[in-house]
């Protein structure tokens, strides 16, 4: 909630930076987030540090990022303040935790990491709607100073009672796991994630500059992508709930059909709801740490390119965004190709054990 959540508000940053005509060229550095991957990782299998100590550090990171930006006067400052610290922050927290609640469930797996997810969809209804004000009221420097104290605060509590089960399940916490490349299920895993992760990134980043773009006010788009992440909150739980019960693969891939209806912002992040779960499947519980450190890696080149994409196709006119939607559902059904690859896997797989 206090990390994706923040990170969702970056909308409401990138399209006042767009309608003030500052820090331009400013896009979501996530890349950074996924970069740090590996050393999450490494850290939180490290005995000296654990899960724990690299949340901390994550949260340490968040808010440093936030009060660097409160002073940056020049775009490169931004860069390194709301973009490098922010993005490694953000990574040391989710790299850390992602892999926790799947360890702790077996029946009800993904309806439990789901529930864990829907709180970065919830976190960006309430930082989308507070953001937008305490910018209107208090301007961008205090926004900035009221977000890195709320974030070292919960951030920083809630790593000390955080608990994983490495030690009892024997996760193996490996940073480069290349040998994972060459199982087949496992590329079709990366597939479906890359595809989605681009997008995903272009909705989330893109929604409150479209609203402005079609005549909208700065409160209104704001309240739109508030409900979209509110969407996220309420859809997340009910697609790892569904996702037990129909199948993790079955929902994963139908999820990126049911993107183009009208519950858009309740399933364009399923793959958040069913990510680490899908990846137990795929690997293995002892393999997830591992498994998702290259996915994070591989995660890179969407979360990196993918709104700088989404921008330089918007057009001027009422009908900006028309190539943005274009190119955002073709990834989605690319997505739900690699779903329904993996899927058919899956079942092959299991008729064959049937078998013997």
Not at 8 to 34: D, I, M
Not at 170 to 192: C, D, M, T, Y
Not at 194 to 205: C, E, P, Q, R
Not at 305 to 315: D, P, Q
Request: with cysteine; glycine share 10%; net charge positive.
């Amino acid at each position: 909630m206090h990390t994706w959540g923040l990170n969702s508000s970056f909308s409401v940053f990138l399209a006042y930076y767009l309608r003030e005509g500052v820090f331009e060229g400013a896009t979501p550095l996530v890349l950074l987030a996924f970069l740090s991957s590996p050393i999450a990782t490494a850290l939180a299998g490290w005995k000296r540090v654990g899960t724990r100590l690299t949340i901390f550090i994550g949260s340490i990171f968040v808010s440093v990022s936030f009060i660097g930006a409160s002073f940056a006067t020049q775009f490169w400052q931004l860069l390194l303040s709301q973009g490098v610290s922010f993005g490694v922050g953000m990574g040391l927290c989710f790299v850390a935790s992602a892999p926790v609640p799947p360890q702790w469930f077996t029946k009800r797996r993904s309806f439990a990491n789901a529930i864990a997810a829907a709180g970065s969809g919830f976190g960006g209804l309430c930082y989308s709607l507070s953001t937008n004000a305490m910018i209107t009221r208090l301007g961008l420097p205090w926004t900035f100073r009221i977000l890195a104290i709320i974030a070292f605060v919960v951030n920083g509590a809630a790593s000390f009672f955080i608990r994983d089960r490495n030690a009892s399940i024997g996760s193996v916490h490996i940073a480069f796991n290349w040998k994972l490349f060459k199982r087949v299920p496992f590329q079709l895993f990366e597939g479906w994630l890359f595809l989605s992760m681009l997008g995903y990134t272009i909705l989330v980043f893109s929604i409150v500059d479209y609203c402005r773009s079609v005549g909208l006010s700065a409160s209104e788009a704001s309240l739109v992508g508030a409900l979209f992440n509110m969407a996220q909150g309420i859809g997340r739980p009910i697609i790892g709930l569904s996702s037990d019960k129909v199948g993790r693969l079955n929902i994963s891939m139908l999820s990126g059909c049911i993107v183009f209806a009208i519950l858009n912002g309740a399933v364009a992040g399923a793959m958040w709801a069913t990510l680490a779960p899908v990846c137990a499947e795929v690997v293995g519980l002892a393999l997830i740490p591992s498994a998702m450190s290259l996915t994070f890696l591989v995660l890179v080149l969407p979360a990196t390119f993918a709104e700088v994409i989404g921008l330089s196709l918007k057009k001027s006119g009422p009908r900006a965004y028309l190539d943005v939607q274009v190119f955002t559902g073709f990834m989605y059904m690319g997505a739900f190709a690699f779903g329904w690859a993996l899927r058919a896997w899956k079942v092959q797989e299991l008729e064959e054990a049937h078998r013997k």
